[in-house]
């Protein structure tokens, strides 16, 4: 069993930047699809941003793009969400999720189609 612990998250005045971690401990695997998502207040999770089995491709919603970065560290087994030019909307809580396998496109903006997923860290923008 996989185990994902997020850090990073906490209060950022509007234009800062906050970089989150996602360490996966327990089963690990040789390589892996990551991603993030996030929960405001009152909203469903929504997918964020997503880097694929190989590494080579990263997706991310319309409202982050140019703003956020996603990355691996697949030695350390960790996953990064760099965000830059926050905005008080992008205030959640993050979830970063794990899955061994290769996602279709379509899939990776779906709960569904990941294995594993941690606990949570909030992130909150003043304005």
């Known amino acids: 069993q996989v185990r994902l612990v997020e850090s990073g998250g906490g209060l950022v005045q509007a234009g800062g930047s906050l970089r989150l971690s996602c360490a996966a401990s327990?089963?690990?695997?040789?390589?892996?699809?990551g991603g993030w998502f996030r929960r405001a207040p009152g909203k469903e999770r929504e997918f964020v941003a997503a880097?694929?089995?190989?590494?080579?491709?990263?997706y991310y919603a319309d409202s982050v793009k140019g703003r956020f970065t996603i990355s691996r560290d697949t030695a350390k087994n960790t996953v990064y969400l760099q965000m830059n030019s926050l905005k008080p909307e992008d205030t959640a809580v993050y979830y970063c999720?794990?899955?061994?396998?290769?996602?279709?496109?379509?899939?990776?903006?779906?709960?569904?189609?990941?294995?594993?997923w941690g606990q949570g860290t909030q992130v909150t923008v003043s304005s």
């Open positions: 999720a794990l899955s061994p396998s290769t996602l279709r496109f379509y899939d990776y903006g779906k709960t569904s189609s990941w294995g594993s």
């Open positions: 327990g089963r690990t695997f040789s390589s892996y699809s």
């Open positions: 880097i694929s089995w190989s590494g080579d491709s990263t």
